[in-house]
């Protein structure tokens, strides 16, 4: 059974930071792309963050373009997104997501993505 769980999430005042991290389970996601999304109350999740499968090439969303690091260790099944200079509007549940197709630049969309975490919140106070 394949599993992402993420972790990492918590309150934090607005100017701090937060790493989050996903271990994935059940497979290797060595050489699939993986990903993060992320849900503010009352909103449609969006795209945050993608890393290919060899951890080369990055893409974020523009809102956390230059805040945000997304990195993986494919030798520990993991991808983390490290979080720098919060705001307010970052606050929302902070989901992990994979890829189940090979060596592909899978992108922003939630369709491309097979497996997902259940999430973890993230609240940031001004």
């Known amino acids: 059974q394949v599993q992402l769980v993420e972790s990492g999430g918590g309150l934090v005042q607005a100017g701090g930071s937060l790493r989050l991290s996903c271990a994935a389970s059940g497979r290797t996601f060595s050489d699939s792309a993986m990903a993060w999304f992320r849900q503010a109350p009352g909103k449609e999740r969006e795209f945050v963050a993608h890393i290919n499968w060899s951890g080369r090439s990055t893409y974020y969303t523009d809102s956390v373009n230059g805040r945000f690091t997304i990195s993986r260790d494919n030798a520990k099944n993991t991808v983390d997104l490290q979080m720098n200079s919060l705001k307010p509007e970052d606050t929302a549940v902070y989901y992990c997501?994979?890829?189940?197709?090979?060596?592909?630049?899978?992108?922003?969309?939630?369709?491309?993505?097979?497996?997902w975490g259940q999430g973890t919140q993230v609240t940031v106070s001004s």
């Open positions: 997501a994979a890829d189940a197709v090979a060596r592909r630049w899978a992108g922003t969309g939630e369709k491309m993505y097979t497996y």
